[in-house]
């Protein structure tokens, strides 16, 4: 439920100001940008009370590479590859989801194989992005190495699989407009079924591991707390926003691609803390594995490109689409401006995490030093993103 | 979801001389958008997300994008007034003659606005917004006071377009660094001959880096001679 | 009872220590460069230039049509084409690239150039130890280092090497077919304008070879920011 935005009051849309007790000087902190909680180079300039924090500034662009034009100076094809490298932990979700994009405005129909792959790989991702991402948080919190193993290891079994159908464990650059590059093996199957299987007992492994921890309860129960309505109006989404209680996943709300045709359930956070956030990603991955029993039950045989797309020359007919998906960070959009040449007059990304960092001060606000890695943990950035 | 152009007509009933004009998508996807004045821009979005029926609470995405002066070369009939000689005798007789005519359709910056709405679970409307000209009269309207998500996203189309955005409670660059002075995603960009260039260099990479060559020999000369 | 949360996952740990010398699952990392794994069938590094037959110049299946050169997303590759034709492996007049460079520390293993190429002339490679302290002696691939043979590529991708000699010969046959019939309807055509020449003797048959379009070479491109 969203509770409707009532305060219109003077920053109503941001965490009230901390006001110093007055005792002692305020301290600047400059945290970052090589700092090892930051998930690359990333700064914050934080001013502190004590250990309060009363001001927080997230500085960045260290990794800018101007992404974008970039993309306006190249094919349509070309930028594929590109995309690989926005998020790289979750290539395959920026696959599709620039596939997308440029499909909806050339008007271009999936193969219904294709689309099973693409779920499956998505959901996939998904998942190798969840464990990651709570394996970071909590090597973060200071529980280093074991928990982030544990973590990498479920991740390697689901790289592997990229590899031998993409070619590459990281940078798959697999989808394409109207279909996907190659098509699976029944072996490959196989394995993904095996792999898929896998993944329940890792997560029990991993709750049995963490979840009832006290020393991560104590840290992280009522830490970096999300209001739903400011989560709302600062545009979260992904994991951060169902945290704070708010339904919405765009597999649920688009229905892209052939989402309608799985039962899943979206899961929801009750209080929007760090805790939340974590036990979230664990369930949602849960939830990813029952989509993929599914979709590996399912998967027709039959084509995977459409026979009408080419692969050189693409030249899309003048117009505009912002197509999106659920990436395993949140809401990641593409915008393409196409005038009709063979590159986008305007290509632009929407990046989740960009846009999850706009709260970081809010939810820091009044918190110790120590929490904000934490904080920062949960928002699960990274900064290929980012800084596109 | 309403149409769009039951959209405008709300938006019409609610914003007195809002102005809003529809721009159509002829693309499959079929997307078409709101261009809004810059004067009401922010009436509009107010009445947007507060409006209970339409509801849009999620500022999804926030583009700028860079639209060049054109020049548009049309054929035109003019009706002229001609001095002729018909049988002898000079005479004024009115005819049509074809004329090109060139004509500069000014270029401006524009954002895009992508709005969704989580409550009702509907979207996208698609809202623009443009400067005057894309020199110096490049003020919009922030929407930052409404939907909080166009906080760093209006930063980072300041950073790049040179947008500026009134009403922005922090308008800084984003991904650039401070002190930093062009706008690298306009269309006009040059960018600075500071590359280390590549064995394999093409085109116009290629001219460059022989440019580039040809510079660094000559201040090697000026510094030996 | 607090603390039972921290046990429990202490428990949780010792049960895999312990694992991790009974069962071979739970010891997933392999000891490299000693041991290594095998890579899949699919795996790319960078691209190589497949020739068929024994020599690695006249058997070069790359025709310097310049396709991959201009779809390479960093534009890591650059061709010079051959201004005369030499015969490919199947006999025809083609041309050849006079210099093909790749520079594997620029190329991002995309794979489009493979993608895009008409001749199945690059594909991708499985090697990926190239750490080198030479910047662009060992970085920057010739056409020389860049040639494989065609039995190397069937070493590396068994599957889709056979598949591409099965469609390269049902081309070649094809185009085999293609050309004996032209030839036998050139043939025929030949002889009916010979035989209508001599009807109208005054006639001289005009055979236009077909123009040669001469390859404009490009500038070479001085070396690298590096001098």
């Not at chain 1, 970039?70 to 590859?81: D, F, K, R």
């Not at chain 3, 590094?45 to 997303?73: N, S, T």
């Given at each position: 439920?969203?509770?409707?935005?009532?305060?219109r009051q003077e920053g109503w849309n941001r965490q009230p100001e901390i006001v110093p007790d007055g005792e002692g000087e305020l301290l600047e902190v400059a945290m970052g940008p090589h700092h090892p909680s930051t998930h690359g180079v990333f700064r914050m300039d934080v001013t502190l009370d004590g250990e309060r924090i009363i001001k927080l500034k997230p500085v960045f662009g260290y990794l800018h590479r101007n992404h974008e034009q970039l993309g306006e100076t190249m094919s349509y094809l070309a930028i594929?590859?590109?995309?690989?490298?926005?998020?790289?932990?979750?290539?395959?979700?920026?696959?599709?989801?620039?596939?997308?994009?440029?499909?909806?405005?050339?008007?271009?129909?999936?193969?219904?194989?294709?689309?099973?792959?693409?779920?499956?790989?998505?959901?996939?991702?998904?998942?190798?992005?969840?464990?990651?991402?709570?394996?970071?948080?909590?090597?973060?919190?200071?529980?280093?190495?074991?928990?982030?193993?544990?973590?990498?290891?479920?991740?390697?079994?689901?790289?592997?699989?990229?590899?031998?159908?993409?070619?590459?464990?990281?940078?798959?650059?697999?989808?394409?407009?109207?279909?996907?590059?190659?098509?699976?093996?029944?072996?490959?199957?196989?394995?993904?079924?095996?792999?898929?299987?896998?993944?329940?007992?890792?997560?029990?492994?991993?709750?049995?591991?963490?979840?009832?921890?006290?020393?991560?309860?104590?840290?992280?129960?009522?830490?970096?707390?999300?209001?739903?309505?400011?989560?709302?109006?600062?545009?979260?989404?992904?994991?951060?926003?169902?945290?704070?209680?708010?339904?919405?996943?765009?597999?649920?709300?688009?229905?892209?691609?052939?989402?309608?045709?799985?039962?899943?359930?979206?899961?929801?956070?009750?209080?929007?803390?760090?805790?939340?956030?974590?036990?979230?990603?664990?369930?949602?991955?849960?939830?990813?594995?029952?989509?993929?029993?599914?979709?590996?039950?399912?998967?027709?045989?039959?084509?995977?490109?459409?026979?009408?797309?080419?692969?050189?020359?693409?030249?899309?007919?003048?117009?505009?689409?912002?197509?999106?998906?659920?990436?395993?960070?949140?809401?990641?959009?593409?915008?393409?401006?196409?005038?009709?040449?063979?590159?986008?007059?305007?290509?632009?990304?929407?990046?989740?995490?960009?846009?999850?960092?706009?709260?970081?001060?809010?939810?820091?606000?009044?918190?110790?030093?120590?929490?904000?890695?934490?904080?920062?943990?949960?928002?699960?950035?990274?900064?290929?993103?980012?800084?596109? | 979801?309403?149409?769009?152009?039951?959209?405008?007509?709300?938006?019409?009933?609610?914003?007195?001389?809002?102005?809003?004009?529809?721009?159509?998508?002829?693309?499959?996807?079929?997307?078409?958008?709101?261009?809004?004045?810059?004067?009401?821009?922010?009436?509009?979005?107010?009445?947007?997300?507060?409006?209970?029926?339409?509801?849009?609470?999620?500022?999804?995405?926030?583009?700028?994008?860079?639209?060049?002066?054109?020049?548009?070369?049309?054929?035109?009939?003019?009706?002229?007034?001609?001095?002729?000689?018909?049988?002898?005798?000079?005479?004024?007789?009115?005819?049509?003659?074809?004329?090109?005519?060139?004509?500069?359709?000014?270029?401006?910056?524009?954002?895009?606005?992508?709005?969704?709405?989580?409550?009702?679970?509907?979207?996208?409307?698609?809202?623009?917004?443009?400067?005057?000209?894309?020199?110096?009269?490049?003020?919009?309207?922030?929407?930052?006071?409404?939907?909080?998500?166009?906080?760093?996203?209006?930063?980072?189309?300041?950073?790049?377009?040179?947008?500026?955005?009134?009403?922005?409670?922090?308008?800084?660059?984003?991904?650039?660094?401070?002190?930093?002075?062009?706008?690298?995603?306009?269309?006009?960009?040059?960018?600075?001959?500071?590359?280390?260039?590549?064995?394999?260099?093409?085109?116009?990479?290629?001219?460059?880096?022989?440019?580039?060559?040809?510079?660094?020999?000559?201040?090697?000369?000026?510094?030996?001679? | 009872?607090?603390?039972?949360?921290?046990?429990?996952?202490?428990?949780?740990?010792?049960?895999?220590?312990?694992?991790?010398?009974?069962?071979?699952?739970?010891?997933?990392?392999?000891?490299?460069?000693?041991?290594?794994?095998?890579?899949?069938?699919?795996?790319?590094?960078?691209?190589?230039?497949?020739?068929?037959?024994?020599?690695?110049?006249?058997?070069?299946?790359?025709?310097?049509?310049?396709?991959?050169?201009?779809?390479?997303?960093?534009?890591?590759?650059?061709?010079?084409?051959?201004?005369?034709?030499?015969?490919?492996?199947?006999?025809?007049?083609?041309?050849?690239?006079?210099?093909?460079?790749?520079?594997?520390?620029?190329?991002?293993?995309?794979?489009?150039?493979?993608?895009?190429?008409?001749?199945?002339?690059?594909?991708?490679?499985?090697?990926?130890?190239?750490?080198?302290?030479?910047?662009?002696?060992?970085?920057?691939?010739?056409?020389?280092?860049?040639?494989?043979?065609?039995?190397?590529?069937?070493?590396?991708?068994?599957?889709?090497?056979?598949?591409?000699?099965?469609?390269?010969?049902?081309?070649?046959?094809?185009?085999?077919?293609?050309?004996?019939?032209?030839?036998?309807?050139?043939?025929?055509?030949?002889?009916?304008?010979?035989?209508?020449?001599?009807?109208?003797?005054?006639?001289?048959?005009?055979?236009?070879?077909?123009?040669?379009?001469?390859?404009?070479?490009?500038?070479?491109?001085?070396?690298?920011?590096?001098?």
């Amino acid at each position: 439920m969203i509770t409707p935005i009532l305060a219109r009051q003077e920053g109503w849309n941001r965490q009230p100001e901390i006001v110093p007790d007055g005792e002692g000087e305020l301290l600047e902190v400059a945290m970052g940008p090589h700092h090892p909680s930051t998930h690359g180079v990333f700064r914050m300039d934080v001013t502190l009370d004590g250990e309060r924090i009363i001001k927080l500034k997230p500085v960045f662009g260290y990794l800018h590479r101007n992404h974008e034009q970039l993309g306006e100076t190249m094919s349509y094809l070309a930028i594929m590859p590109y995309t690989d490298r926005l998020d790289y932990f979750s290539s395959l979700s920026n696959n599709w989801g620039y596939a997308l994009a440029v499909e909806k405005l050339a008007g271009i129909q999936v193969p219904e194989r294709a689309e099973y792959l693409r779920v499956i790989l998505a959901e996939l991702t998904r998942i190798q992005n969840h464990a990651s991402s709570v394996g970071f948080l909590i090597q973060d919190m200071g529980a280093s190495g074991t928990p982030l193993m544990y973590a990498f290891k479920e991740r390697e079994k689901i790289l592997d699989l990229f590899e031998s159908l993409t070619g590459s464990r990281m940078m798959c650059n697999y989808m394409r407009f109207g279909g996907c590059r190659v098509d699976t093996t029944a072996e490959w199957l196989n394995q993904a079924r095996k792999v898929v299987a896998g993944i329940p007992a890792f997560a029990d492994e991993f709750e049995a591991l963490l979840t009832t921890n006290e020393i991560l309860m104590a840290r992280t129960q009522g830490t970096g707390i999300l209001r739903p309505d400011l989560a709302v109006n600062a545009g979260i989404t992904g994991p951060l926003l169902r945290a704070s209680g708010v339904n919405y996943d765009i597999r649920k709300v688009d229905r892209y691609g052939i989402y309608d045709r799985f039962d899943f359930k979206v899961p929801l956070g009750e209080h929007g803390d760090v805790y939340d956030r974590f036990m979230l990603r664990l369930l949602e991955l849960r939830q990813s594995v029952r989509i993929l029993e599914q979709a590996l039950k399912d998967i027709p045989e039959g084509p995977i490109m459409d026979p009408k797309s080419k692969i050189r020359g693409f030249r899309p007919k003048p117009g505009e689409a912002y197509g999106r998906i659920e990436a395993p960070k949140g809401e990641l959009g593409f915008y393409v401006i196409s005038d009709g040449t063979g590159n986008p007059y305007r290509y632009r990304v929407r990046p989740p995490s960009f846009v999850n960092l706009t709260i970081l001060e809010d939810m820091c606000l009044g918190q110790n030093v120590a929490d904000v890695v934490l904080i920062l943990g949960s928002i699960d950035i990274v900064l290929g993103e980012v800084d596109r | 979801m309403k149409t769009i152009e039951e959209i405008k007509a709300a938006i019409e009933a609610a914003v007195p001389g809002a102005g809003v004009e529809i721009i159509n998508n002829p693309s499959p996807s079929a997307q078409h958008s709101l261009l809004l004045q810059r004067e009401t821009a922010l009436a509009v979005a107010q009445f947007l997300r507060d409006d209970a029926e339409l509801a849009f609470d999620y500022l999804s995405n926030v583009t700028g994008v860079d639209w060049l002066d054109k020049e548009i070369v049309e054929k035109v009939k003019v009706k002229k007034t001609v001095t002729k000689t018909v049988d002898g005798v000079e005479q004024q007789v009115e005819e049509t003659v074809d004329e090109t005519r060139k004509r500069v359709e000014p270029g401006y910056l524009e954002t895009v606005y992508h709005l969704y709405s989580m409550a009702k679970k509907h979207g996208p409307l698609i809202l623009r917004l443009r400067t005057a000209n894309r020199t110096d009269q490049v003020e919009l309207p922030s929407f930052t006071p409404i939907w909080r998500s166009a906080e760093f996203q209006e930063r980072e189309i300041f950073d790049l377009y040179g947008i500026v955005y009134t009403g922005h409670p922090d308008l800084r660059r984003i991904l650039m660094w401070e002190g930093f002075k062009d706008h690298p995603m306009r269309k006009d960009y040059v960018e600075p001959d500071d590359f280390e260039y590549e064995p394999t260099a093409h085109d116009a990479v290629a001219k460059r880096a022989q440019e580039h060559q040809a510079k660094v020999a000559a201040a090697q000369n000026g510094g030996a001679a | 009872m607090l603390g039972e949360g921290i046990i429990k996952g202490m428990l949780e740990t010792a049960r895999n220590f312990a694992g991790s010398y009974v069962s071979k699952e739970r010891l997933i990392t392999v000891q490299y460069p000693e041991e290594r794994e095998a890579l899949p069938e699919n795996a790319r590094v960078f691209p190589f230039l497949v020739y068929d037959g024994p020599e690695w110049l006249p058997g070069l299946r790359c025709v310097a049509c310049q396709i991959c050169e201009k779809e390479c997303p960093p534009k890591c590759i650059y061709i010079d084409k051959s201004a005369d034709k030499k015969p490919d492996a199947a006999g025809k007049p083609q041309n050849y690239p006079t210099r093909f460079d790749i520079d594997v520390s620029v190329c991002m293993s995309c794979q489009i150039c493979v993608e895009v190429c008409p001749f199945d002339a690059i594909k991708m490679d499985k090697q990926f130890e190239y750490s080198t302290d030479d910047r662009f002696g060992g970085l920057l691939l010739d056409r020389e280092k860049l040639a494989k043979s065609n039995e190397y590529y069937h070493q590396i991708h068994p599957v889709e090497a056979n598949e591409v000699d099965t469609r390269l010969a049902e081309e070649r046959a094809a185009a085999a077919a293609k050309a004996k019939a032209a030839a036998e309807a050139a043939a025929a055509k030949a002889a009916a304008a010979k035989a209508a020449a001599e009807k109208a003797a005054a006639e001289t048959p005009a055979a236009a070879p077909a123009a040669e379009k001469p390859a404009a070479p490009k500038p070479p491109t001085s070396g690298g920011g590096g001098a």
